[in-house]
Nanobody, 129 residues
Framework: QAQLVESGGGLVQAGGSLRVTCAAS????????MAWFRQAPGKEREFVAV????????SYRNSVKGRFTISRDNAKNTVFLQMNSLKPEDTAAYYC??????????????????????WGQGTQVTVSS
């Protein structure tokens, strides 16, 4: 009955900000490595950001460093992606993902999709120029 439910996508002008949210249920949330991926039409799904179980460690793909922030609220079983200074190249469907088997610890494998056990439905982010 594990489930990830995303919200917060929408249309924003270049330079603007948006925050997407992933609400988790049916998981031991603080033991999960949580991540955001994105996929544009005709392109591969790509890693965006990852956060460890207690929220103390984060990592980002180079193109979003300094602009995006991943965070989590373990009391509310929620993970966020704050996106600032958005660019048209950020336009994609954004997906939340959970790895229940890593004990909350980020590994090299978490920069790709294979370790993740559960995925959200995706929320569309469109950045206009």
């Amino acid at each position: 009955q594990a489930q990830l439910v995303e919200s917060g996508g929408g249309l924003v002008q270049a330079g603007g900000s948006l925050r997407v949210t992933c609400a988790a249920s049916g998981l031991t949330f603080n033991a999960c490595v949580m991540a955001w991926f994105r996929q544009a039409p005709g392109k591969e799904r790509e890693f965006v950001a990852v956060v460890n179980g207690d929220g103390a460690r984060t990592s980002y793909r180079n193109s979003v460093k300094g602009r995006f922030t991943i965070s989590r609220d373990n009391a509310k079983n929620t993970v966020f992606l704050q996106m600032n200074s958005l660019k048209p190249e950020d336009t994609a469907a954004y997906y939340c993902a959970a790895d229940v088997n890593a004990g909350g610890l980020i590994t090299l494998q978490h920069y790709g999709p294979r370790p993740y056990d559960y995925w959200g439905q995706g929320t569309q982010v469109t950045v206009s120029s």
